[in-house]
C-alpha cells in the first residue's frame, strides 16, 4: 500500500541534514557542557553554537534562546514562568491568551489558576475565521495583565493572527508580556520577521523536521520570567538540567534547512493546498475552513457535513492516507475542537473535521491521488 503523509502539521518528516548534524553527538563520549575538561569544552562548542544559530533564525541574541524538551515546554516555561514571575514580584498576575491556542498553552494558563493564588485567566475571543479581535483583547487588558499570549498560525486551520494588532494592544498596558506560540508556524514564516516585538517565541523542532523532545523559548531583554524546573543554573537559570547538545543541534540544523527552501516550497505547496480545497471543496457538503483568511500554504482544514471525523480517518488510513482531524493531540477526542467552538463552527458540522498538512516532501501527484481518496472515502460514508 501506498503511504500518503498529509499529516506534517502534527510532525514533519525527518530531515538527512538534521540526522547527519545529530549524529556525533548521539554515540560515544557526550560530556555534559557544563563541565571543564577538553570534552566538555567541545560539547559546549556545539551547545553554543547551535543556540547562536536558533536565535540567528528567531531575531534574538543567543543569550535569549532557552532550549527545551519540546513546543509544549517552551509554552509552559513562557506562560507558567511568567505567571510565577509576576505573582512573586507584584503579589497578582492576569493571563489573557487566545480562545484559540494549543492546548499547551491553555493548560498552562489553567495549571497557573489552579495553582496559583492571585492569578487568573481570561480567553480572548477569535471572529468566524478564528483571528483574535482587537476590540475584545482590548477590554481585557487592565494593569493586572502580566502576559498575552496569541499564536503566529493556528495548528488546525492554518488561520494566521494578527500579531501586530496584539503587540501594539499589550504596549498599551504598562507591565505587559507578549507570548506567541510559533510551532505551527515555522515551517512557513520568517519568524524573525513574523515575531518581532514579541517577548517570548515558542518553536520546536519536529514540527520543521527535526527531532522530537527539542525546542526552544525566546525570552527577550530583561522579560521577568521564574524558572519551572530550578537546579543547576543551566540556561541562565531558566531551566536546570543538563541540555541536549543533539536535540538542540538537531533543532538549528532543522531551522536552517527550512530556511533555505522556504519561499520556493511555500509557493509550490501553497499551490497544492488552492488544488485541494477547490476539488474537494467544490463536494456536496464540504467546505473549507476559513477559506478566504490568510492561511499557511501547508494547512488545509475542511468540515464534511454528514460524515464523522472518525470514521473518515478510519477509511482514509485503510486508503494509504494519513490525516487528522484536528491537533494530533486531540485527534482522537469525542468532542468537537475547541477552536472551531471558538470560530463559531456548529458542533454537528465541526464533527466531521479533516485537517490534510503538507510539506517539502509533498508532490503534485500526491495531491491528485488524495483528492481521489478522500472523494471516494466521503461518498462511501454517505452511502452506508
Given amino acids: 500500500m501506498t503511504t500518503y503523509y498529509f499529516d506534517h502539521a502534527a510532525s514533519a518528516p525527518r530531515r538527512e541534514v538534521v540526522t547527519a548534524a545529530m549524529a556525533p553527538w548521539l554515540h560515544g563520549v557526550v560530556a555534559n557542557p557544563s563541565g571543564a575538561h577538553h570534552a566538555a569544552r567541545a560539547a559546549q562548542r556545539a551547545l553554543e553554537d547551535a543556540r547562536e544559530a536558533v536565535a540567528g533564525h528567531l531575531g534574538a541574541r543567543p543569550g535569549e534562546v532557552i532550549f527545551t524538551a519540546g513546543g ?3 509554552c509552559q516555561l513562557a506562560v507558567a514562568g ?24 491553555l493548560d498552562a494558563a489553567d495549571w497557573a489558576v489552579r ?12 471572529d468566524r ?51 506567541t506560540d510559533a510551532v505551527a508556524a515555522a515551517p ?14 515558542s518553536v520546536c523542532a519536529h514540527k520543521i523536521g527535526g527531532p522530537v523532545n527539542a525546542g526552544a523559548l525566546v525570552v527577550r531583554g530583561a522579560v521577568g520570567l521564574d524558572a519551572l524546573v530550578p537546579g543547576g543554573g543551566q540556561e541562565r537559570g531558566r531551566r536546570g538540567g543538563t541540555v541536549d547538545v543533539a536535540s538542540a543541534v538537531g533543532l538549528a540544523a532543522a531551522l536552517e534547512g527550512v530556511a533555505r527552501e522556504r519561499a520556493v516550497v511555500a509557493e509550490r505547496v501553497g499551490g497544492y493546498r488552492e488544488r485541494l480545497g477547490a476539488a474537494l471543496g467544490a463536494l456536496e457538503g464540504v467546505r473549507v475552513t476559513a477559506g478566504d483568511a490568510v492561511r499557511l500554504p501547508g494547512t488545509l482544514h475542511l468540515t464534511v457535513e454528514g460524515v464523522a471525523s472518525d470514521e473518515l480517518l478510519f477509511v482514509l488510513d485503510r486508503s494509504g492516507v494519513c490525516a487528522s482531524a484536528a491537533a494530533s493531540c486531540s485527534s482522537g477526542a469525542s468532542g468537537p475542537s475547541h477552536v472551531l467552538a471558538a470560530m463559531g463552527v456548529d458542533g454537528a458540522r465541526a464533527r466531521g473535521s479533516l485537517r490534510l498538512s503538507m510539506g517539502a516532501e509533498t508532490t503534485s501527484d500526491e495531491v491528485d491521488a488524495v ?14
Fill in 72 to 74: 509544549t515546554e517552551s
Fill in 82 to 105: 511568567r505567571a510565577l514571575w509576576a505573582r512573586r514580584t507584584r503579589g497578582r498576575a492576569r493571563l489573557v491568551v487566545s480562545a484559540i491556542e494549543h492546548h499547551a498553552v
Fill in 115 to 126: 495553582n496559583l493564588s492571585g492569578v487568573s485567566v481570561e480567553r480572548a475571543p477569535v
Fill in 129 to 179: 475565521d478564528g483571528r483574535v479581535t482587537s476590540e475584545g483583547l482590548a477590554r481585557l487588558l487592565d494593569e493586572e495583565t502580566a502576559l498575552v499570549s496569541v499564536m503566529t498560525a493556528n495548528n488546525e486551520t492554518g488561520v494566521l493572527e494578527p500579531l501586530e494588532a496584539v503587540r501594539d494592544a499589550a504596549a498599551r498596558v504598562p507591565g505587559c508580556a507578549t507570548h
Fill in 188 to 201: 512557513w514564516l520568517d519568524l524573525a520577521r513574523a515575531t518581532a516585538g514579541f517577548d517570548l517565541v
Fill in 371 to 384: 483528492i481521489g481518496l478522500v472523494t471516494a472515502a466521503i461518498e462511501r460514508l454517505r452511502s452506508v
